[in-house]
Nanobody, 126 residues
Framework: QVQLVESGGGLVQAGGSLRLSCAVS????????MGWFRQAPGKEREFVAV????????YYADSVQGRFRISRDNAKNTRYLQMNSLKPEDTAVYYC???????????????????WGQGTQVTVSS
């Protein structure tokens, strides 16, 4: 069983940066594609970024491409989302997700997700 715990959210001004962390536990962690998704009030949850289990493949939503970077540290069992040049429209609850045995390609379509974290709030003020 994979368990995910997010941290690092908060309030930041437009143009600022935040780094989200996702601490992962579970024996199947090494075979899981990992990703970040977000959900703004009144909107559906959407894909932000995913990374393959090896770290060799990453995918980003067009809205965050060039501003966000997903990474993983397998030794620390932690995943990160570095968010730069934040905009008010980035305000949302951000969720870490795992697709045990899944692929990053499928995960970006929100398919094959086996585990979700509890979410962390990110608020960007104008």
């Amino acid at each position: 069983q994979v368990q995910l715990v997010e941290s690092g959210g908060g309030l930041v001004q437009a143009g600022g940066s935040l780094r989200l962390s996702c601490a992962v536990s579970g024996r199947t962690f090494s075979t899981a594609a990992m990703g970040w998704f977000r959900q703004a009030p009144g909107k559906e949850r959407e894909f932000v970024a995913v990374i393959s289990w090896s770290g060799g493949n990453t995918y980003y939503a067009d809205s965050v491409q060039g501003r966000f970077r997903i990474s993983r540290d397998n030794a620390k069992n932690t995943r990160y989302l570095q968010m730069n040049s934040l905009k008010p429209e980035d305000t949302a609850v951000y969720y870490c997700a795992a697709a045990v045995g899944g692929t990053a390609q499928a995960m970006r379509m929100m398919r094959g997700i086996t585990n979700w974290g509890q979410g962390t709030q990110v608020t960007v003020s104008s």
